[in-house]
Antibody
Framework: EVQLVESGGGLVQPGGSLRLSCAVS????????MHWVRQAPGKGLVWVSR????????SYADSVKGRFTMSRDNAKNTVYLQMNTLRAEDTAVYYC????????????WGQGTLVTVSS | QSVLTQPPSASGTPGQRVTISCSGS????????VCWYQQLPGTAPKLLIY???QRPSGVPDRFSGSKSGTSASLAISGLRSEDEADYYC????????????FGGGTKLTVL
């Protein structure tokens, strides 16, 4: 059974940092591109970033470029999102997701972790 | 403002057929596959349709997808109360360095 479990969310002050983790199981992790997608309270889904199976290629939404870094550890079956210089508008539930191919065909999602940026 | 355009709401009575539209452009829907997701209140999205019209195992055949040019549609037939949820379309966008783009979501109400 495919499982994705996010952790690391919480309350952080504007300008602060947070690292999200997503531990996966039930599939051969290194073969799959992975994504982070976020959803602000009461709003729609917004893509944040993606990473290739070997970790050599990443891309980001313009709204987080230069502030967020996505990485992965294939030995630990875990993907990460390092978030720096956080802003109030980054407040959202962050979902880790698996790509069926490599062009954003997301087939499995984690349960999400809430990040709240507030003073 | 979402890159893909969906109606904010849709409704139907039990047993009816409902269609939700998703409009994009040549850089996304026009040249890439479309996926559809169902999000029940307080839960993570769930894949309903991939590669425009394919259903993952376990998704009832009441759900179907289609694509034509730069638009796509999700149809739900034999509407049931448990179908009340938010529905999102998504596609890869080839512009700039590439990204996944979503529709703004359609809230389906079963009357």
């Amino acid at each position: 059974e495919v499982q994705l479990v996010e952790s690391g969310g919480g309350l952080v002050q504007p300008g602060g940092s947070l690292r999200l983790s997503c531990a996966v199981s039930g599939f051969t992790f290194r073969f799959y591109w992975m994504h982070w997608v976020r959803q602000a309270p009461g709003k729609g889904l917004v893509w944040v970033s993606r990473i290739s199976g070997d970790g050599s290629s990443t891309s980001y939404a313009d709204s987080v470029k230069g502030r967020f870094t996505m990485s992965r550890d294939n030995a630990k079956n875990t993907v990460y999102l390092q978030m720096n210089t956080l802003r109030a508008e980054d407040t959202a539930v962050y979902y880790c997701a698996r790509d069926y191919g490599h062009l954003g065909e997301i087939d499995y999602w984690g349960q999400g972790t809430l990040v709240t940026v507030s003073s | 403002q979402s890159v893909l355009t969906q109606p904010p709401s849709a409704s139907g009575t039990p047993g009816q057929r409902v269609t939700i539209s998703c409009s994009g452009s040549s850089s996304n829907i026009g040249s890439n596959y479309v996926c559809w997701y169902q999000q029940l209140p307080g839960t993570a999205p769930k894949l309903l349709i991939y590669r425009n019209n394919q259903r993952p195992s376990g998704v009832p055949d009441r759900f179907s997808g289609s694509k034509s040019g730069t638009s796509a549609s999700l149809a739900i037939s034999g509407l049931r109360s448990e179908d009340e949820a938010d529905y999102y379309c998504a596609a890869w966008d080839d512009s700039l360095s590439g990204s996944v783009v979503f529709g703004g979501g359609t809230k389906l109400t079963v009357l």
